[in-house]
């Protein structure tokens, strides 16, 4: 089955047609377990793959403009994860801190924030699914008081739009606030922004006045376990790390035990392609993209795609489509994301079944 659905499958940012290296087969013999934090020091717990989940961090270090010494976070298990470590993060720093998001961000960070009792502050969003600057300046007006929160996606969920750093810092600098904690959810985009050219490309790293950033590293670079990688900057950590005797080190994630198979996996991944390879990928994504919303405009009067963005939102075709591709639907718009995997042939035959589909 599972062989079968991945030649339709165009609806979710996953692929499912890499390489590994069979020398890799053999760990899972092992239980390999990374507990503790891959900068924490040494713990008695040895059968750990921390010298992979550094490396791994690391990796592309210089782009983010965060220096190798001032850094800190973890391998995670996706995404979601790194959502409820940041939040707990600026839970610490600003107990009495107010969460601003728009309305298009993630599910799970609405969630997370009910979890851990973040009064949380919904930023209506423009149609595009870009936040609502007025909205953020009118809302972020009533709670001046309160330390600020905020959540940007560059890449929202549904329609791919950007969050404008820029734009909410100099919000920011023009009130005066300056207790403030801005995560920056770059979930699908960052496996492709440090290759894109692009004049419209965020500016989104440490070299700006954010806190942490949370990516999904199964969605484009890959991975075969679900898995994303936590950024912060080490001096935001301290309230967060604990000593536990226990394993003789320090602990300062959501979870206890965590993959050790992941960084390996993802460290081969970066080794066997390297970046020439996905910048290769980045503008074949970007032109089958481009095909796609071309096509669907000779038949459709709706579609959006924003800028440096490999989704494509359409009108929700009817039900048997929807399941047949797994597209990911929102209200009447559906959308398809034209990750690595998807050809031109994927396309048409999607295209065709559009074409076919009953007038609802
Ligand atoms: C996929 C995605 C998430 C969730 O990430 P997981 O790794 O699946 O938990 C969050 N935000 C955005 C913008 C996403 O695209």
Redesign the pocket.
């Known amino acids: 089955q599972i062989e079968e659905r991945k030649n339709c499958f165009i609806g979710y940012?996953h692929r499912n047609d890499l390489y590994i290296n069979p020398e890799l087969f053999d760990l899972l013999h092992y239980h390999i377990n990374n507990i503790w934090g891959p900068f924490a020091h040494d713990s008695t717990y040895k059968m750990n793959s921390r010298e992979f989940e550094c490396n791994t961090l690391q990796y592309r270090a210089e782009k983010y403009h965060l220096d190798e010494s001032q850094m800190d976070g973890y391998v995670t298990?996706?995404?979601?994860?790194c959502?409820q470590q940041w939040l707990w993060l600026a839970k610490k720093n600003y107990p009495q801190g107010i969460l601003y998001c728009s309305q298009d961000t993630?599910y799970?960070v609405f969630k997370a924030a009910d979890m851990m009792n973040i009064e949380t502050c919904i930023i209506v969003a423009q149609d595009t699914g870009e936040i609502d600057y007025n909205d953020f300046v009118k809302k972020l007006s009533e709670n001046k008081d309160k330390p600020a929160i905020i959540n940007l996606?560059i890449?929202?969920?549904v329609k791919w739009a950007s969050d404008n750093l820029d734009k909410i810092l100099e919000i920011l600098k023009s009130m005066n606030k300056e207790d403030h904690h801005i995560h920056i959810?770059a979930?699908?985009s960052w496996g492709f922004l440090p290759f894109i050219e692009s004049d419209t490309k965020p500016d989104i790293w440490f070299h700006k006045d954010i806190k942490s950033i949370?990516i999904?590293w199964?969605?484009f670079i890959w991975c075969p376990l679900?898995c994303?990688i936590f950024l912060t900057r080490k001096e935001y950590t301290a309230s967060q790390s604990e000593y536990i005797p226990y394993l003789n080190s320090t602990n300062s994630g959501i979870s206890w035990s965590r993959s050790g198979l992941a960084p390996i996996f993802l460290r081969d991944t970066i080794q066997h392609y390297g970046d020439e390879w996905f910048r290769q990928q980045i503008k074949s994504c970007l032109d089958t993209t481009q095909y796609l919303k071309d096509k669907l405009k000779e038949i459709w009067q709706y579609t959006l795609v924003n800028n440096d963005s490999i989704t494509v939102v359409f009108q929700k075709p009817q039900d048997d489509i929807v399941h047949k591709r797994s597209l990911a639907c929102d209200g009447n718009l559906a959308h398809a994301v034209l990750m690595q995997h998807v050809t031109k042939d994927m396309i048409d035959l999607f295209v065709q079944d559009i074409a076919n589909q009953k007038v609802l």
């Not at 298990?77 to 994860?81: I, N, V």
């Open positions: 940012p298990t996706g995404w979601t994860e959502n993630h799970s996606t890449g929202t969920t959810d979930a699908l949370g999904s199964h969605k679900s994303g």
